[in-house]
């Protein structure tokens, strides 16, 4: 190859991506003085990061193989826009080694490795095959490329159960499946198949031992085209949900400083094994006694920001500078490890109903200042949608302190101070999750989340006396604030009465609960809040996002969402969301189908897994949808008869729609 072709200077930048990593990528070419042109889909033609690009191409239909995924369509936005060099991102096709080609052959720079390295690292087989030539540690397994049924399931034979079937291709858990019997193998491959094809457009599977008990690890390497090999420390990755990794630290707590530089050293001579340029990511399994080479990533990885707040390297604009054919600015010895970071990946999912993704529109987008240590990476902001066609990732929060239990402390105080309605996050979960006394302990595997789930989304505690009081003066306040517009308003004044002393009445639940009485007692002298037989002197200062609420003589600050007679609150209690019941009637109870088997959300039909006038058990699976670019699988509500099936494979369905019809057994 060309080298000048491929790695030169240049001055736009096309980003090959969309949401947070767009953002992220845009805020650093332009501090580097670039030009910088965003592609987006018909789906996010609002985006966060199309406002902030220099320019911006639409690409195509909402779904990523109509947009994101299409190389040519990517290739002709950058000719449009006279863009000469293009970065991936991570994720779509980021790994995607014809992708690399072909933006060389349009006389592109692609930030990343060559086309020739991904196909020797980005491969999970490949990069396998590579380090078992090489003597590095693997765990037992199959990579090769025969992907007949039966190869495979005489690999899982000779590698024993569990074994873990995993896309070749891509990462974030896609494609990937923990099997614990030959007899679940088959079903497994053809899912998993069938999911990294629609992610990553390659369904190729590999085998592995699964690990039991295992810890994830992984250290940042970065190459330039002069023969310069760096890494960057290491990274603690063990706290995932269905292989999707969902907390990140670095330095990992795990490592003492002699298996630091043993594990980083072994890094190196996998990357070196391809005398690799640009931004990578060696991943290992640690069984706590020996480590083994899993995969190598060819991109920037989402938990980056970690590695950056604990070495002062902000690795885009080393990504960038590799490109322009820039040696890169450091030797090994001179990168130092200073303090701890840990990072939380903030979704649109509900964790207390499997994790489901939330879609709609933001409707408040309160995060902390980033100050003290804390920095927020998000590729959206109030008023922005969340469609159902991509990643659930909202935005990252990452904390850095010189020790790891400030960084956590420090973590969970922004992940307490993040307001987002209007969609269902995971906050709370993340809050539960990092508190846990034995994830501060690091007494953890990558099975903990699953474990622990029960614990991590009991909910909020019940509403409490301030919850209550909050709620009365959230309600009067925002009366208020709607009255400031008129003149002469008797809302002006709190609490105003013409004469005498009068008495409003207000009645909160949560969901369908119990009815719970507050009264507010107005007019001559102070204004008093009534709960039983107990009667409070309060006053309510507002300030942006709620007020701060001072109650029989202990003030305390309320964050407070309202919306028509739903009120979400957050008191030093946690989070609490409650209806303020009408009180001039026309309440009525919605009658939820909660036996329907209809779309949780718009999806498309990608497997029936049973046939018309088929007994059932409880939980049988019925139908699955692919919903975010994960699968989702239906089941059976209760035993009993499948009626009829309203859907075929390959249907695109909305929220709501009644797929699958069960008649109850009556047992």
């Known amino acids: ?12 930048l096309l980003i090959a991506n969309r949401g947070e990593i767009a953002c992220r990528v845009i805020r650093t070419a332009r501090a580097m003085g670039l030009r910088t042109v965003a592609v987006y889909s018909e789906a996010d033609r609002d985006a966060m990061h199309v406002a902030l690009a220099d320019e911006a191409v639409l690409l195509g239909p909402a779904r990523a193989r109509d947009s994101y995924l299409s190389v040519e369509r990517l290739i002709e936005a950058a000719r449009k826009t006279g863009a000469e060099a293009v970065h991936p991102g991570y994720g779509f096709l980021s790994e995607n080694a014809e992708f690399a080609q072909a933006c060389y052959d349009a006389g592109l720079v692609f930030v990343g490795p060559t086309a020739e390295m991904m196909n020797a690292m980005g491969s999970k087989s490949g990069s396998k095959a590579l380090m078992e030539k090489a003597g590095v540690p693997l765990v037992p397994g199959y990579h090769g490329d025969a992907q007949d049924d039966t190869t495979l399931a005489k690999a899982a034979e000779k590698a024993g159960f569990p074994v873990l079937v995993k896309a070749s291709a891509g990462g974030g858990g896609r494609g990937m499946r923990i099997v614990r019997s030959a007899a679940e193998l088959g079903p497994a491959i053809v899912s998993a198949k069938r999911e990294a094809k629609a992610a990553f457009g390659d369904d190729r599977m590999l085998i592995e031992k699964y690990v039991d008990n295992p810890r994830h690890i992984e250290v940042q390497i970065i190459g330039d085209s002069h023969g310069n090999l760096l890494s960057l420390f290491e990274r603690e990755c063990t706290l995932q949900r269905r292989h999707q990794k969902v907390i990140e630290e670095a330095p990992s707590p795990t490592l003492n400083a002699a298996q630091r530089e043993t594990v980083c050293a072994a890094a190196r001579k996998a990357a070196g094994a391809v005398n690799y340029v640009g931004a990578g990511t060696i991943e290992f399994v640690s069984d706590g006694k020996d480590v083994f080479f899993i995969e190598m990533n060819t991109r920037l990885q989402v938990e980056h920001p970690v590695t950056e707040l604990i070495t002062g390297v902000d690795l885009v604009e080393w990504q960038l500078r590799v490109a322009f054919g820039e040696a890169l600015p450091l030797k090994q010895d001179e990168i130092k490890l200073n303090g701890h970071a840990v990072e939380a990946r903030v979704y649109a999912e509900n964790p207390t109903k499997n994790f489901m993704p939330s879609v ?25 949608s969340v469609s159902p066609y991509y990643d659930a990732m909202l935005a990252k929060m990452i904390a850095w302190a010189p020790t790891r239990d ?13 307001d987002v309605r209007g969609i269902v996050t995971n906050i709370p979960f993340l809050s539960a999750l990092i508190t846990h006394p034995k994830v501060r302990a690091n007494a953890i595997d990558t099975g903990f989340i699953e474990r622990e789930l029960a614990a991590l ?3 909020a505690p019940a509403p409490g006396e301030l919850e209550l009081c909050a709620a009365v003066a959230a309600i009067v306040n925002d009366e208020r604030r709607a009255a400031q517009g008129e003149a002469n308003s008797p809302w002006q004044t709190f609490g105003w009465q013409p004469v005498g002393r009068r008495q409003r009445n207000f009645a909160l639940r949560v969901g369908h609960g119990p009815e719970q009485k507050i009264a507010l ?9 009534v709960i039983g037989e107990r009667e409070l002197a309060f006053t309510v200062v507002p300030k942006d996002g709620g007020f ?20 979400y609150l957050r008191t030093r209690n946690g989070r609490f969301d409650l209806h303020w019941v009408d009180p001039f009637g026309g309440e009525t109870d919605e009658q939820t189908g909660a036996d329907k088997i209809a779309a949780p959300l718009p999806g498309t039909v990608v497997a029936v897994l049973a046939e018309e006038g088929a007994k059932l058990e409880k939980g049988a699976p019925i139908l699955t949808l692919e919903v975010m670019k994960m699968e989702q699988t239906l089941r059976a509500p209760y035993a009993g008869v499948l009626k009829s099936i309203k859907c075929k494979v390959g249907d695109i369905v909305q929220e709501g729609i009644e797929l699958a019809v069960v008649e109850a057994s009556g047992e």
């Open 548 to 567: 701060d609420l001072t109650l029989d003589g202990v003030k305390s600050s309320v964050a407070a969402v309202i919306d028509g007679h739903e009120l």
């Open 457 to 459: 989304t009991s909910g």
């Open 1 to 12: 190859m060309d080298r000048t072709k491929l790695y030169r200077r240049f001055r736009t």
């Open 521 to 529: 007692n107005y007019g001559s002298g102070p204004s008093t809040l």
């Open 360 to 384: 709609g529109r933001i409707s408040t987008w309160r995060l902390p200042a980033e100050t003290g240590g804390l920095r927020i990476d998000a590729g959206y902001r109030d008023g922005d």
């Open 406 to 418: 400030v960084a956590i402390d420090r973590l969970n105080r922004g992940l307490e101070d993040s």
